[in-house]
C-alpha cells in the first residue's frame, strides 16, 4: 500500500515538537519529546498502555498544557497561545476520541451539526443539512442521521466520531486508539477510512495506537514512544529492523504471538 | 530497612499541611470559588449562550411543575391540618389563614422547592455534566471550538438561578389552593375572606426576602451541581459520586443560607 510507505514528498511541518516534557506529581510522561509531521503526512505513533501518547495529543490540541518545550501546529505556538487564537485554530485541528465522545443526549445529525452551527454561524440551514449528509456519505452511515449515539454498534460511534470532526474541514487530524475494542473487519474498515480521510481532505495526520495492523495500514511514518521519549521513528520495516529488545518486543507481541496462537 | 521507612512515613505525613482531610476541605472551598469567580467572568463575556440558556429554564423550570406544584399542595393542607387543633385550643381558629400565610410565603415555599430541586435538578446537573466529563464529551466540545464552560456550566447555573423564584412563588400560590381548600372543607371560609386574612399579614419585605432566598438557593443548587459534575473523575462511580455530593452539599448550604438569610431579614424587619 502506498500510503505506509515513507513519502519523502512531504515537506513543510504541520506539527513541530521540541523538548516536551510532561509530568503529573512524580510521574514524568513526557521526557523531552521531539517530533515533525509533514503536511499531508500520518504518522502513528505506537508504545504501550500508560507511555504518555494520549497526552501528547491532548497537547497538540491544546487540551493540556506542556511543562516545558516546544509545540507549533499550522504555524502557531500552541504552548503560549491565546484563548481567541486557540479556538481559532482548534477549527483546524479534528479529534477523533478513543471513547468517540459522541454527545449521547443528542441524535447523529444534532452530533454533526453541533460544529459547525456554532463556528459557522453564516450557513443556511440547508448547507448545514448537505454537510452533514456529505460527511455522512464520506464515512459510509446515512442510514444511522436520526439515530441516537445508544443506538450505534462501536465501530458506527468511531466512524461518526471521524465525521464530526470531518463536517469542519481539518487540516489536521488526531485520531485516539481508532481502532481499539473493534473486531478485525472493522479495524479495516476504519483504516480505510483514515486513508481517505488522508486522500481525501489532504490532512496531515496522528495515529495513538498500539495496534501495529492499524499502524502498517494507516501511517507513511512511525514513531515509537518508550520511556517518555521517542526510540524510534521512520518507517514500518526500518523502525522494527532492530535488535532493541523493547522494540521488538512490541512487533513480537502484536504478529508473532497472534500467529502462534492461530 | 526500619529507618527507611520511617523516613518514607514521615515524608508522607509532611505531604500535607494540617491533614489530608483538613488539607482536602479547605482545597475544596478554594476551587469552589474560584469555579464561582469563573462563572462570573464567563457570565458576562460573549458569546452569550440565549438559546441554551431557555432550554435550560424549560428543562429545569417547566418540567419540574407538577412536582413542585404536587409538593406545596401536600404541605399546604398537612400543614393547615396540623396547625388547627393547636389554634383551636385557644379559640383562634380564625388566625389559620394569617399562620399559613406567613409560614408558607417567609419559609416552607422556598425550603421546599429548594429542596425538591436540589434533588431533581441539582443531582441531574451532577450526573449529567459528570457522565459528559468521564466519557471525554467535554474534551470534545472543547476541541470543537466550543467553550465547555459558558455552553454546559453558565446556562445551567443561570437557568436555575432565574426559575427558582418562579417556582417559589408558584409553589406559594398551590400551597395556599391547598390550605384554603382545607380550610374551606373545615370551616366554611370564603375564598375572599381566606386571602383577605392571608394577605393582611405579608409584607413587601416577605415576599421579596423569598424571592431573594430562591434567588440564593437556586445559585448554590446551580453552582453545587456544576461544579461537582464538571470535576467528576474515576469513571461510572465518580458520576454516580458527583450525582450525591451536589444533592448533600447543596442541602447543606440551602439551610445555612436559609438562617443567615432569616438573621439578615429579621433584622431589617
Known amino acids: 500500500m502506498e500510503t505506509t510507505k515513507e513519502n519523502t514528498a512531504f515537506e513543510e511541518?504541520?506539527?513541530?515538537?521540541?523538548?516536551?516534557?510532561?509530568?503529573?506529581?512524580?510521574?514524568?510522561?513526557?521526557?523531552?519529546?521531539?517530533?515533525?509531521?509533514?503536511?499531508?503526512?500520518?504518522?502513528?505513533?505506537?508504545?504501550?498502555?500508560?507511555?504518555?501518547?494520549?497526552?501528547?495529543?491532548?497537547?497538540?490540541?491544546?487540551?493540556?498544557?506542556?511543562?516545558?518545550?516546544?509545540?507549533?501546529v499550522l504555524g502557531e505556538q500552541v504552548d503560549n497561545i491565546s484563548a481567541a487564537d486557540l479556538q481559532r485554530l482548534r477549527l483546524k485541528i479534528g479529534f477523533s476520541f478513543q471513547s468517540s465522545a459522541l454527545y449521547d443526549s443528542m441524535s447523529v445529525r444534532e452530533n454533526l451539526a453541533f460544529p459547525l452551527v456554532r463556528n459557522k454561524r453564516e450557513l443556511s440551514a440547508a448547507a448545514v443539512n448537505t454537510a452533514i449528509e456529505e460527511v455522512l456519505h464520506e464515512v459510509g452511515l446515512s442510514q444511522t442521521i436520526m439515530q441516537m449515539p445508544s443506538e450505534l454498534s462501536g465501530g458506527q460511534r468511531k466512524r461518526i466520531g471521524i465525521a464530526r470532526t470531518l463536517i469542519l474541514k481539518p487540516e489536521i487530524m488526531l485520531y485516539d486508539e481508532p481502532t481499539s475494542g473493534l473486531d478485525p473487519i472493522t479495524c479495516g474498515e476504519i483504516n480505510k477510512l483514515i486513508i481517505k480521510v488522508q486522500q481525501q481532505y489532504k490532512t496531515s495526520s496522528i495515529?495513538?495506537?498500539?495496534?501495529?495492523?492499524?499502524?502498517?495500514?494507516?501511517?507513511?511514518?512511525i514513531a515509537m514512544l518508550l520511556d517518555g521519549k521517542f526510540l524510534a521513528t521512520g518507517n514500518f520495516d526500518t523502525v522494527f529492523d532492530t535488535q532493541n529488545e523493547s522494540v521488538r518486543s512490541f512487533y513480537d507481541y502484536n504478529f508473532t504471538t497472534h500467529e502462534n496462537n492461530k | 530497612m526500619k529507618l527507611n521507612e520511617e523516613k518514607s512515613e514521615k515524608v508522607a505525613v509532611n505531604k500535607y499541611l494540617i491533614s489530608k482531610g483538613v488539607d482536602a476541605?479547605?482545597?475544596d472551598i478554594y476551587n469552589v470559588y474560584l469555579f464561582i469567580v469563573r462563572f462570573f467572568k464567563a457570565v458576562f463575556t460573549a458569546p452569550f449562550e440565549f438559546k441554551e440558556i431557555i432550554n435550560q429554564c424549560y428543562q429545569v423550570g417547566y418540567k419540574s411543575l407538577p412536582l413542585v406544584a404536587l409538593t406545596g399542595f401536600i404541605t399546604g393542607i398537612v400543614f393547615t391540618k396540623q396547625s388547627r387543633p393547636s389554634l383551636s385550643t385557644f379559640g383562634a381558629s380564625s388566625w389559620l389563614p394569617s399562620l399559613i400565610s406567613i409560614a408558607i410565603i417567609r419559609a416552607l415555599a422556598p425550603l421546599v422547592t429548594a429542596l425538591i430541586a436540589a434533588g431533581k435538578v441539582g443531582s441531574n446537573m451532577g450526573a449529567e455534566l459528570g457522565s459528559m466529563k468521564v466519557t471525554e464529551q467535554i474534551d470534545a466540545m472543547e476541541v470543537s471550538a466550543t467553550n465547555p464552560f459558558k455552553f454546559?456550566?453558565?446556562?445551567?447555573?443561570?437557568?436555575?438561578?432565574?426559575?427558582?423564584?418562579v417556582l417559589v412563588l408558584f409553589t406559594g400560590f398551590i400551597g395556599m389552593m391547598g390550605s384554603y381548600l382545607n380550610v374551606y372543607h373545615n370551616e366554611l371560609t370564603s375564598f375572599t375572606a381566606f386571602f383577605k386574612s392571608a394577605f393582611n399579614t405579608i409584607s413587601f419585605l416577605d415576599i421579596f426576602s423569598s424571592i431573594f432566598k430562591a434567588t440564593m438557593y437556586g445559585f448554590t443548587i446551580g453552582v453545587a451541581g456544576c461544579y461537582q459534575g464538571y470535576n467528576a473523575q474515576n469513571g461510572t462511580q465518580g458520576v454516580?459520586?458527583?450525582?450525591?455530593?451536589?444533592?448533600?452539599?447543596?442541602?447543606?448550604?440551602?439551610?445555612?443560607?436559609?438562617l443567615v438569610i432569616v438573621q439578615l431579614v429579621n433584622a431589617i424587619r
Not at chain 1, 519529546?33 to 491544546?62: T, Y
Not at chain 2, 458527583?242 to 440551602?254: E, H, R, T
Open chain 2, 25 to 27: 476541605f479547605f482545597t
Open chain 1, 13 to 72: 511541518p504541520a506539527i513541530l515538537i521540541k523538548g516536551l516534557k510532561k509530568s503529573f506529581g512524580n510521574l514524568v510522561v513526557l521526557n523531552g519529546v521531539d517530533l515533525e509531521v509533514r503536511k499531508g503526512e500520518n504518522i502513528a505513533v505506537l508504545g504501550r498502555s500508560g507511555s504518555g501518547k494520549s497526552v501528547l495529543i491532548k497537547i497538540i490540541s491544546g487540551l493540556l498544557q506542556p511543562d516545558s518545550g516546544s509545540v507549533q
Open chain 2, 152 to 165: 454546559l456550566v453558565v446556562t445551567r447555573i443561570l437557568a436555575i438561578t432565574f426559575m427558582l423564584p
Open chain 2, 240 to 258: 454516580g459520586r458527583a450525582a450525591n455530593s451536589a444533592v448533600v452539599l447543596s442541602m447543606f448550604m440551602i439551610f445555612v443560607e436559609e
Open chain 1, 207 to 221: 495515529i495513538i495506537t498500539h495496534d501495529l495492523t492499524c499502524a502498517k495500514a494507516t501511517a507513511n511514518r
